[in-house]
């Protein structure tokens, strides 16, 4: 295997023509493929190409941005997202946001922010817009072989040879539909909250939000506002942390209390006391307790909850228990008569392109990667971006790819350092990146805490440099 960077460009810049027109897989053999031009894609492909790698990249939309562009079908955003991480906890380590930018900005800024990284990194030469991975194969070679083909539906496939692939898919656009007994009967309308785009949808209506993640939070706030009736069911008791405390962005605040190297449990005490007497004591308000500590499920930052369920817009009810044609019944017996029915029930990762094994994937359907990065079974198959931290996720994307980049680049110039590595550590699949025992649900697959994993990340790139 080797990699050469002078065939870096979509295929094509360098001297064949049109060379996806033919029949056998192309030879881009000593390019690295990257799916995906969302954060974690944009990232992998400048840093690829920082060390040299020639990058072929597929984009199935028309423009950068993934989750982030709201022209996209699939973009989760809806007219009201801000960053719940704050701005400095968000960006790129060597691509700051704008300093006249709010701490939270809007949807449309962290796109804007996305498409100048992209431009400034001269990375338009290197994406394919408006092409689909549908398959990606195993070659004898240890490379891949990567069909591709015109997004909805247009062109016939064209498959070509990698030495490398980097899926940065993302995963949040395949939304986990729960089942409810009576659901296929209930006569008002149900969306997930992918399909929740303008607070206009609430307008004068009774609704009933489902799930009590950032997301059901935010339109949940947006109903009190809007409807004429919110009901907002959650299963378990949260902790609900205000954007703000001391006066900073709450992320801050903790990632202060993080460099002080203090001990879980002193951390999870000095949390709690500020929760305490920032938001106080939610059951007054009818909501559960919560069941576990802080930092045991993602943190769920809202500071305007609160406020609204004081003001009685809000009304909190238990999980679900039935539907029936006209009404929703709750597991305390309450009944109430929804127009319209929001399930914030979350995502769940897809990789239809990939046979499950190449991603170690289990029976419940998670990939078990190395560091949520390496497949075990395929040195040369990465992904990129499958993180759910405490924060904002850019900076760990970043890192990430370079620890890819670093990775691939010992495979290429030290073959037999490098396989003696993968022996090693192949099978370390199962590590947690969070001092906290986060809940097991398909929310916190991929939680980590964004200190333990830089530390992870920095200790791999430490050793593969000393390999
Ligand atoms: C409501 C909401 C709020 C959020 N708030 C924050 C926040 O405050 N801070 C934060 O850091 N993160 C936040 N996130 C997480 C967000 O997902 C990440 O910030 C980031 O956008 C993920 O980037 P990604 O590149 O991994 O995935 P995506 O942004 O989803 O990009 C994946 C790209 O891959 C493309 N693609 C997929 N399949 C294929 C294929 N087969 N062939 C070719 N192309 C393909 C898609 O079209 C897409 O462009 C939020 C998410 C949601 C849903």
Redesign the pocket.
Known sequence: MSYDSRRAGPAGSDGDAYPWRAAAPTERAHNVCV????????TAVKNLREYGFGVDC????TG??????WR?D?S???AS?????SKPF?QFPDFPMPDSWPDYPHHTQ?LAYLERYFDHFGLRDHIWFG????QVSPTQDGGFDVTISG?RGGGSDRTQRYAAVVV??????SPKLPSYEGMTDFQGEIIHSSQYKDAAQLRGKRVLVVGAG??GC?IAVEAAQQATRCWHSSRRGYWYAPKYVYGRPADQINDLVYALRLPLRLRQFLFHRTLKRTVGDLTRFGLPEPDHKVYETHPIANSQLVYYLGHGSITPVPDVARFTRDSVEFTDGRVVQPELVILSTG?LPRFE?LAPELLNVDAEGRPRLNLHTFSPTHPSLAV???LQ?D????SL?HWQAVMIATWLQLRDQAPDKADRYWRRHRGETGLRFNKAKVKQSTRHWFEVSHVEYLRAVDKTLREMEAA
Request: aromatic letters at 12%.
């Open positions: 799916i995906g031009a969302g954060a974690a894609g944009l597929y984009e199935r939309e950068v941005g993934g989750a982030w562009n996209h699939r989760p955003v809806y997202t801000h960053l719940i991480s968000t962290v092409t689909e991975v549908t997004a940065a898919n993302g995963h949040n656009w950032n997301t935010d995502y392109f990129a971006g499958l931290p924060g904002g996720v850019f994307m």
